[in-house]
């Protein structure tokens, strides 16, 4: 259930500052409080009453499930293969891509938003499907809301060490490199009774074009 008055104040933001992570086969950076306090708690508000949230169903083993989260899906129209009839950016969302792009000189022109509506929703082991033809390729992740654990591993390395990574209110995660080749990550579900959590996902979206 979606909450319908003012929970912005329990929000943890983080003080970490900007953290370059030294890892192999990514590069990663965090930038804890990238969006201030008051900024993240109007966006919190508005994507969460506002936003056209839809549920949507996964494949998983030999079977079709509902995804335990909800989503919302943004592109520039002249992406090759996009919906004339897609969600137009809202002038929020504009906003937050533009100080994102400024931030990491990279044009975005799409972005996924996912619902974590309470601990039972989550996203179990994955690697993102970043839909460009181009393995280098960045995504850029920002949270609004509930603190919520961003795990990674690396898929072959064994002597890489997990990493946890708590990310809290108005918090931009880049995602670059050969990440998604290389690393997959997830979102666990958890018992405690937290609030919502709202998750964009910045993306190079390109699509193969056959000739």
Request: charged share 30%.
């Amino acid at each position: 259930m979606m909450t319908l008055f003012n929970d912005t104040e329990l929000f943890t933001s983080g003080r970490a500052g900007k953290i370059i992570y030294d890892l192999p086969d990514t590069d990663m950076m965090l930038f804890d409080s990238f969006f201030s306090k008051e900024e993240s708690d109007n966006f919190y508000e508005k994507l969460l009453h506002e936003t056209p949230w839809r549920e949507y169903e996964m494949p998983m083993y030999d079977k079709t499930v509902k995804a335990p989260r909800m989503i919302s899906w943004y592109e520039d129209k002249q992406n090759p293969g996009a919906d004339e009839n897609g969600l137009d950016w809202t002038p929020e969302l504009l906003f937050i891509k533009e100080k994102v792009e400024k931030e990491t000189e990279v044009n975005y022109n799409s972005v996924l938003l996912n619902l974590y509506r309470d601990g039972k929703d989550g996203v179990s082991w994955h690697s993102d499907k970043v839909g460009t033809t181009s393995k280098n390729t960045y995504i850029a992740s920002v949270t609004f809301g509930e603190t919520r654990l961003f795990k990674l591993r690396h898929k072959f390395r064994k002597d890489v060490a997990q990493l946890d990574i708590p990310l809290h209110h108005g918090t931009l995660l880049l995602m670059g490199g050969e990440m998604q080749s290389f690393w997959e990550h997830q979102v666990p579900k958890t018992a405690k009774n937290v609030l919502p959590r709202i998750n964009l996902t910045f993306r190079q979206k390109k699509r193969e074009i056959s000739v």
